[in-house]
Each structure stands twice: as structure tokens, then as C-alpha cells.
Nanobody, 115 residues
């Protein structure tokens, strides 16, 4: 059974950083893409960051220059650090992994940035 567990969210002040984690288990096919989306209240879910297995990446213009992606393959965990957080970053953040046939999602973690 595939499971993605999101964690690391919280409430922080403007300008601080958070490191989001995503622990992945049960994916038997090769992962082609991995990353995070976010959804603010009343808004559509939007891409924050995507990393291709081949190594290329893409991020939303609103967060460019403020992200640091890493992974710990021994722990099957992905990490996304968001620096210099802004109130407009407030949202639920969902990690995902994509194979050739399916996309799997975490349950989401709330990030709230106070001004």
C-alpha cells in the first residue's frame, strides 16, 4: 500500500524558514517526478516545486530563490525547506510522487505565516 506522510508544517513569523518532510513507502514503480503542491483557502491547488528523477526541477515564480530540496534515500524521505516565508505562503502543502501510471499524495501539512 502506497503511503506518503507529510510533516513539518507549523505557524511561523514572516521571514522565518520551515522544512517540510515527506516520507514515502509502498511505491513499487519507478518514480518519475516528486515535489509539493499547496492550496490556500478558496484557491486552487498550485505547484510549489517539482523534481524530475533525471534531475531537472521547476518551481513557482512566487517561491523561486527561496527553496532548498533534498532527499534521504535511506529514509525514503523528501525535504523541502522554504526560506524567507511570507504571509502569502500560508496554505496546506501536499507532497506527491508520480510514476508512469499514477500520482500519489500526502495528507497535507498546514503552513501559516504570521505578518
Amino acid at each position: 500500500q502506497v503511503q506518503l506522510v507529510d510533516s513539518g508544517g507549523g505557524e511561523v513569523q514572516t521571514g522565518k524558514s520551515l522544512r517540510l518532510s515527506c516520507t514515502v513507502s509502498g511505491v513499487s514503480s519507478s518514480i518519475t517526478y516528486m515535489g509539493w503542491y499547496r492550496q490556500a483557502p478558496g484557491q486552487r491547488r498550485e505547484l510549489v516545486f517539482a523534481r524530475a528523477r533525471a534531475g531537472g526541477s521547476n518551481s513557482a515564480d512566487s517561491v523561486k530563490g527561496r527553496l532548498l530540496f533534498s532527499r534521504d534515500d535511506s529514509a525514503n524521505t523528501l525535504y523541502l525547506t522554504i526560506n524567507n516565508l511570507k504571509p502569502e505562503d500560508t496554505a496546506v502543502y501536499y507532497c506527491y510522487v508520480q510514476t508512469r501510471s499514477d500520482t500519489y499524495w500526502g495528507q497535507g501539512t498546514q503552513v501559516t505565516v504570521a505578518s
